[in-house]
């Protein structure tokens, strides 16, 4: 076999292993966030104060190493190039993308990771919404029924849903990737600028304050 076949089936495979891990993330992430009060009831059984701000420091962490992991991919697949090689719900993935870095910047930069904060809400509302749409479009679109499937069973359901919204069909389903491509690459790209100005901001108050 060709050894351009072979890296490049290894690269497709690769991306798409890591869309898939991302989409588990976020769902990992709003878990932790939900079972938060969970978390304030198992304060009880740790006896040291030092115990109990290492667990409320490690449970936030964890929550927004998910999310930022969960954009970093999602970042790196809304390209025009992977998308095309890899299928991707689209516009699922780009949207939920988003709304994953909306939520992340509000819980960095905005206190949105502290629960009686009025912003830890909208933080969960969009991690919940963004999680939401991952699954309609992993189950929906990405994991729709195959080819084989049907040939056996015709659906003209799942042939248009895979035809248009699977962003390595040709020729529509790449055509939607093109469009989410324009659309939410540039709303990411604002994201990413309000968020590294609202750290700039706040790293000159602490330098005043000190």
Do not use: C
Not at 89 to 114: D, E, Q, S, W
């Amino acid at each position: 076999m060709n050894e351009h076949i072979i890296a490049k089936g290894l690269e497709i495979w690769t991306l798409q292993t890591l869309l898939d891990i991302s989409i588990i993330l976020g769902m990992f992430a709003l878990g932790f966030i939900i079972i938060q009060q969970y978390y304030n009831s198992l304060q009880k059984y740790l006896t040291l104060r030092v115990s109990i701000e290492i667990w409320e420091l490690l449970t936030v962490l964890i929550t927004d190493l998910f999310l930022a992991i969960t954009v970093i991919i999602g970042f790196l697949v809304l390209n025009p190039d992977i998308m095309a090689d890899i299928k991707v719900a689209v516009p699922f993935i780009p949207l939920a993308t988003v709304l994953f870095a909306v939520g992340l910047v509000i819980r960095l930069f905005y206190n949105g990771h502290k629960p009686k904060d009025k912003n830890f809400r909208f933080s969960t509302w969009f991690i919940f919404v963004a999680n939401l749409i991952n699954i309609i479009g992993f189950s929906f679109v990405m994991e729709a029924p195959g080819k084989e499937y049907l040939n056996d069973h015709p659906s003209k359901f799942w042939t248009f849903i895979e035809t248009y919204f699977r962003s390595n069909s040709l020729p529509h389903g790449i055509e939607i990737a093109q469009i989410s491509f324009y659309i939410f690459y540039p709303i990411l790209i604002l994201i990413f600028v309000i968020g590294f100005s609202r750290f700039i901001k706040s790293s000159g108050t602490n330098r005043k304050n000190g």
